[in-house]
């Protein structure tokens, strides 16, 4: 009798776990689960328009099973972001918060304006307001080459902010012209050492002069 009864327990719950597993997974691959619904959180208005075309690729994917690497590498694409953070809101929408890139300067390439961002990406300068005027890149350095640079003036006391244009050349030497019609030449190496000699040679003296020149070794050569 013991048997029986136990073979009979066992029936059931043979039934139990299978019924229960061919509604669960109607339940999952019902349209209830699938993502209709984007949230995005850090962007302004005109930026959101162009990110959401990014979005259409993972609508009406399951969010109880999206792939989160399929997810990261549509939002890295994208060259407005810095950093994201995505949040799930049952059964259907996702939260997604961002941290924009910071546009640093204007780059010609082929005929075309790109702004390169804080995070090393190029971005079609169309999404530039009107308001927002970056320097300007002449010559063709890596973007690697610019951010590296941009971090030795920025941990400066010369402001970045005070830069109109910067020059590459073949030789890796650099020029900058600042906002003040002020062109400093650079030498190829130490230039963190020579960012401060200029820094406190503008801001202890009312310069008349238009060229620093800093190319010569130990010395700073001011041009009317």
Same mark, same amino acid.
């Given at each position: 009798?013991?048997?029986?009864?136990?073979?009979?327990?066992?029936?059931?719950?043979?039934?139990?776990?299978?019924?229960?597993?061919?509604?669960?997974?109607?339940?999952?691959?019902?349209?209830?689960?699938?993502?209709?619904?984007?949230?995005?959180?850090?962007?302004?208005?005109?930026?959101?328009?162009?990110?959401?075309?990014?979005?259409?690729?993972?609508?009406?994917?399951?969010?109880?099973?999206?792939?989160?690497?399929?997810?990261?590498?549509?939002?890295?694409?994208?060259?407005?972001?810095?950093? /994201?953070?995505? /949040?799930?809101?049952?059964?259907?929408?996702?939260?997604?918060?961002?941290?924009?890139?910071?546009?640093?300067?204007?780059?010609?390439?082929?005929?075309?304006?790109?702004?390169?961002?804080?995070?090393?990406?190029?971005?079609?300068? /169309?999404?530039?307001?009107?308001?927002?005027?970056?320097?300007?890149?002449?010559?063709?350095?890596?973007?690697?080459?610019?951010?590296?640079?941009?971090?030795?003036?920025?941990?400066?006391?010369?402001?970045?902010?005070?830069?109109?244009?910067?020059?590459?050349?073949?030789?890796?030497?650099?020029?900058?012209?600042?906002?003040?019609?002020?062109?400093?030449?650079?030498?190829?190496?130490?230039?963190?050492?020579?960012?401060?000699?200029?820094?406190?040679?503008?801001?202890?003296?009312?310069?008349?002069?238009?060229?620093?020149?800093?190319?010569?070794?130990?010395?700073?050569?001011?041009?009317?």
């Amino acid at each position: 009798m013991l048997q029986k009864k136990n073979k009979k327990i066992f029936i059931y719950l043979f039934f139990f776990v299978f019924l229960g597993t061919i509604n669960n997974h109607k339940l999952f691959n019902s349209n209830a689960f699938k993502i209709k619904n984007f949230q995005i959180l850090g962007l302004e208005n005109n930026y959101i328009e162009e990110f959401e075309n990014d979005l259409l690729n993972i609508t009406k994917l399951n969010i109880l099973f999206v792939n989160k690497d399929y997810l990261k590498s549509i939002l890295n694409s994208n060259s407005l972001i810095e950093t /994201f953070q995505v /949040f799930k809101v049952y059964p259907s929408t996702l939260n997604i918060k961002i941290e924009k890139t910071n546009f640093l300067a204007r780059l010609n390439i082929n005929g075309d304006i790109f702004l390169i961002g804080s995070n090393g990406k190029l971005t079609k300068d /169309f999404l530039l307001s009107d308001k927002e005027i970056l320097p300007f890149i002449f010559g063709n350095p890596k973007v690697e080459e610019f951010l590296k640079i941009f971090s030795i003036i920025n941990t400066s006391d010369l402001k970045y902010e005070n830069v109109k244009n910067l020059f590459f050349y073949k030789s890796g030497r650099i020029d900058l012209e600042l906002k003040d019609n002020i062109l400093i030449k650079l030498p190829l190496d130490n230039l963190e050492n020579i960012f401060k000699k200029i820094s406190q040679l503008i801001s202890n003296n009312k310069l008349n002069t238009k060229i620093i020149d800093a190319r010569v070794s130990n010395q700073i050569i001011l041009y009317d």
